[in-house]
C-alpha cells in the first residue's frame, strides 16, 4: 500500500488485510490467531508512518471490518479463542505438552546421529497423523547438525534484516517474528513459506550493502507527499528487484 505506485496493486494489497484475517479465523486456529495479531500489530506501525488523513479514513472503516467479522465468522470460532488464556496459564496447549515431552525423551535416545529425516512420529511413538507442533524439536530428534545448520540460516538473515532500513525494516521484521512465533506451535521447517521467507530477507540484506539507495527508492512511500520527492526518479529495471 505505501510502496506501490500503481493503484490496482494498492487495492490489492488493503483487501488482503481483512480477508487474510477472516480467513485465519475460519480455521478457528488459536495459534494462528496469536500470530495475525502478531502480523496485525507489525501492520498497524507501518500504517502509524502514513499521512493523518489516511490513518483518519481508516478509522472509520474498521467498524465496517468488525461487523463483517461478527457475522461472517461463527461465535464457535470465538468461543475457542477465548481458551487461549487458559491454555495459556495452566492447560497443556491441545495436548502439545505430551507431544513435547514425547520428542524430547525420543532425542535423549539418540542425541548425537538422530533418528532420521522424517522419523519424529515413528521415535516419539505418535500418531502417524500427528507433528511435532514445534519446529525446533522436531529438527532436534531427526539431526543435530541440521538444526545447527538451520540456526545459522536464521543468525545470516538476522544480520541482513538488521541491514535494511525504513518500513522495508519494519515488515520483513514483522514477517520474521509471526514466522518464530508459528515454528513454536507448529513444524514449519519444511514450508516453502519458511524458504521463500528467510532467502527474500537474505536478498533484502545483500541489497541493502551493495544498493542501498536502490533498494530504498523501491520502497519508498509513494502515498506521503514527501515520499516521491525523496525517491526521486523510478530506478531502473535490475533482475533482483
Do not use: K
Request: with cysteine.
Amino acid at each position: 500500500m505505501n510502496c506501490e505506485p500503481r493503484w490496482p496493486a494498492r487495492v490489492l494489497a488493503l483487501g488482503y488485510l481483512p480477508l487474510g484475517l477472516v480467513a485465519v479465523l475460519l480455521t478457528a486456529s488459536r495459534g494462528g490467531f496469536l500470530a495475525a495479531l502478531v502480523a496485525l500489530a507489525g501492520s498497524a506501525l507501518l500504517f502509524l508512518r502514513r499521512p493523518t488523513r489516511a490513518m483518519m479514513a481508516a478509522a472509520f472503516v474498521l467498524p465496517v471490518i468488525a461487523f463483517v467479522l461478527w457475522f461472517g465468522v461463527p461465535h464457535e470460532t470465538f468461543e475457542r479463542l477465548t481458551t487461549i488464556p487458559a491454555q495459556m496459564a495452566g492447560g497443556d496447549l491441545n495436548q502439545r505438552l505430551n507431544i513435547w515431552d514425547a520428542g524430547w525423551h525420543a532425542f535423549v535416545q539418540a542425541p548425537w546421529l538422530g533418528t532420521g529425516a522424517g522419523s519424529f512420529v515413528a521415535a516419539a511413538g505418535m500418531n502417524p497423523q500427528d507433528t511435532a507442533h514445534n519446529s525446533v524439536l522436531s529438527i532436534l530428534v531427526v539431526e543435530v547438525v541440521r538444526l545447527v545448520h538451520c540456526c545459522m540460516h536464521c543468525g545470516r538473515d538476522s544480520v541482513g534484516l538488521l541491514q535494511t532500513r525504513g518500513p522495508l525494516l519494519l515488515a520483513l521484521a514483522t514477517a520474521l517474528s509471526v514466522w518464530a512465533l508459528t515454528s513454536l506451535v507448529a513444524t514449519v521447517e519444511e514450508s516453502r513459506t519458511t524458504w521463500l521467507l528467510l532467502g527474500a530477507i537474505a536478498l533484502a540484506g545483500r541489497l541493502a550493502r551493495e544498493e542501498p539507495q536502490r533498494l530504498a527508492a523501491c520502497f519508498a512511500d509513494r502515498t506521503h507527499p514527501s515520499g516521491a520527492a525523496l525517491a526521486g526518479p523510478a530506478p531502473a529495471a535490475h533482475p533482483a528487484l
